[in-house]
């Protein structure tokens, strides 16, 4: 059984190291996740980095959708939160706070259009996304600006390159990811773990 892109049940300990769980997020969230998205929106080499794959065309809110659970997933972890009810995901609260460490800049700029901003992104493209299978009104997205995401604060109109994303998101991982493997990090290792072993609990006979 797949447990990553590239490890099989049968490659790791039957109790896995903490390192064994950090190798096993990063490489399920970079490859099921972020180069999955970023293949389909421009193509590249296939996850072994031998095989050209060709993008696929008007995927970009399909990729989207894959993307934008990063920010909620990666704030859990680097919280630690462990819900008491699993229907209690404090979405919002969550999406927010990984949109605000993907983007550390945003704590030094203006904290109400910060507000609006991530308001805007959290309802109109997030929630859009995955209950309606589209943004709702005031989400462009564009492949021609430079940056990833731009605000327009006094129309709340938000700008996306989605092609821009892929490379912002990986470089994220990689910092944590690396943050992890220091041993130094103790009270972040120790909420990773907690997300972790809730996350990859055995289910209940």
Known sequence: MWVTWKHQH?????????????????????????????????????????????????????????????????????????????????????????????????ATENQGEVDSFLETFYEKARCGLYHMAQTAAGIVLTGEQQEALSFDPTNKVLVINPHKLPAVLKDHLDGYYGKLLDSTNTDLRKKFEDRYDDDNLAPTP
């Not at 995927?59 to 934008?68: E, G, N, P, Y």
């Open 10 to 106: 049968s490659d790791l300990s039957q109790t896995p190291s903490f390192d064994d769980k950090v190798a096993i997020f990063r490489e399920r969230v970079w490859g099921w996740q972020l180069h999955i998205a970023e293949l389909c929106l421009d193509g590249g080499k296939d996850h072994e980095g031998k095989v050209d794959v060709r993008a696929v065309p008007h995927s970009a809110f399909a990729a989207m959708q894959i993307m934008l659970s990063y920010f909620e997933m990666i704030a859990k972890y680097e919280d630690g939160f462990v819900p008491a009810n699993p229907k209690q995901g404090q979405s919002a609260k969550y999406f927010k706070a990984g949109v605000k460490s993907v983007f550390p800049s945003l």
